[in-house]
């Protein structure tokens, strides 16, 4: 057990809302995490840094693990306002909690 039990269900609730899992069966599971787009700097044809949006998906572990096939790459996300993300990658947070946040970039369908 850690100290950190339990924050991460504590953080999703205030600061998440519902988003639908679509893994590769097209089969749909509803969950509650944190989406955010944060600015980075990229360097475009040229060379020159240009602002984009990173966007990523903060899940806890325990729910996560209880999408049907497991979040894989190529898998889906529905925001509550339709917007449609393609999973990139997975990474855990670092936290030694058990419920400790699983990080998804994510690409935006056009």
């Known amino acids: 057990m ?3 039990d339990g924050m991460s269900d504590i953080l999703t609730g205030v600061h998440g809302a519902p988003v639908t899992h679509i893994d590769g069966a097209d089969v749909e599971t ?3 995490a944190i989406f955010r787009e944060d600015p980075e700097e990229a360097p475009d ?3 020159n840094d ?3 949006l990173r966007a990523y998906l903060a899940v806890p572990r325990d729910v ?3 999408f049907v096939t497991g979040p894989v790459a190529g898998d ?3 925001l509550a306002d339709a917007r449609r993300f393609r999973l990139l990658a997975a990474q855990s947070g670092g936290s030694p909690a058990a419920d400790g946040f699983v990080y998804f970039d994510l690409e935006e369908f056009p």
Do not use: I, M, P, Y
Request: glycine share 12%; hydrophobic share 50%; aromatic share 6%.
């Open 30 to 32: 509803e969950v509650r």
């Open 76 to 78: 889906q996300v529905v």
């Open 64 to 66: 996560a693990a209880g």
């Open 2 to 4: 850690s100290l950190f």
């Open 50 to 52: 240009v602002l984009t």
């Open 45 to 47: 044809d040229r060379g």
